[in-house]
């Protein structure tokens, strides 16, 4: 079994969504095809359901779950099952072995990257993401910088209990899935300390041009642009001919760096705002990698990329996801900003 329980990205692709999840699968299989991802492993959906049963938390929500018998009828339900289960899981003991086996890859990852406690992004990877009808990007948990064993278990530990975080079951609810009975993997990634960082689409989102890709970035981290923090720089460069034909250079007030702990917004230097936070080479790369990436999946993609500053380009560049455009995922619209409001204890029951 505990061979089972860590998975090295190279060592998987998409024949493999049961075990490491859509996410994690999708990373596998991009670096089969040369597309650069940086290191890490995936904790598989075996490790989660040997957690769950050994623990006793399996049992624990399933029998609070049948107060529900046809499943959430509302907010209120949502909220009180996800505070139920976050509470279980969170409160159960990691076993001895899992915290072995998830150290001794933390460990390893950290000797290939040559740093001590490397940091690294923990990213939920669910098996029933991104399905054909209905995305679940961004209805999971993601840590970024997360240092040291201690942290990262108890990260991996809030992956799995965001898979019934009260917006998830909404969501659950709102496309007749079931509230339990799937499962969850967790990528462990390394950091890239970013220069810049952003999202790409390779159809316009806009006009649905299968022709172009637009890529978005700003200086720091890409949670600016996700999270529409900023304006971000825009460049729409010709798929068929590898032309950058337009680009958009905004005023980038601030950016997303490493924190102490986890991530901070920072003001960017006043030097900085107005200029590109990539230039036509790193763009025309970026787009390749993206159009690569849509060759090995054959659907358009929704892509997160980055600039690593410790590294001369080319090889300073990285896709960091991808994932099937079923939604565009840029910053949240006015529909998830209501569903925030209520999910936080807004006056809707």
Known sequence: MLEEWVMWFEEFGMENVAA???????????LRRGIP????????????????????AEQEIEKYLCRFPQGPKSLTDCREISH???????TKRLPEQMQ????????????????????VAVRSSSVVEDLPTASFAGQYESYLNVRGKDALFDKVMRCWASLFTA??????????LPVSGTSMSVGIQRMVAASAAGVGFTVHPGSGDDTKILLEGNWGLGESVVQGIVIPDRFIIN?????????EISQKIKQVVFGRNGTEEQYVPEDK??????????????????????????????IEWALDQAFPFPQNIFLLQARPITKVRKKKDAIDKILDMMLDGGGIN
Do not use: W
């Open 273 to 302: 705002q107005r200029l590109p936070c990539l230039n036509d080479e790193e763009v025309l790369k970026i787009a390749d990698f993206a159009k690569t990436a849509e060759s090995v999946f054959g659907v358009p993609l929704d």
């Open 84 to 90: 139920f289960v976050e509470d279980v899981i969170l």
């Open 37 to 56: 991802v940086p290191l890490g492993f995936a904790v598989t959906t075996a490790m989660y359901d040997e957690f769950m049963a050994r623990s006793g």
């Open 167 to 176: 917006r998830s079951i909404l969501y659950r609810m709102t496309n007749r």
């Open 100 to 119: 072995d086996t998830l150290e001794s890859a933390y460990n390893e990852l950290s000797q290939e990257c040559h740093t001590p406690n490397v940091p």
């Open 239 to 247: 798929k068929e001919t590898s032309i950058l034909e337009k680009k």
């Open 20 to 30: 490491v999840g859509s996410k994690n699968a999708n990373l596998g299989q991009m």
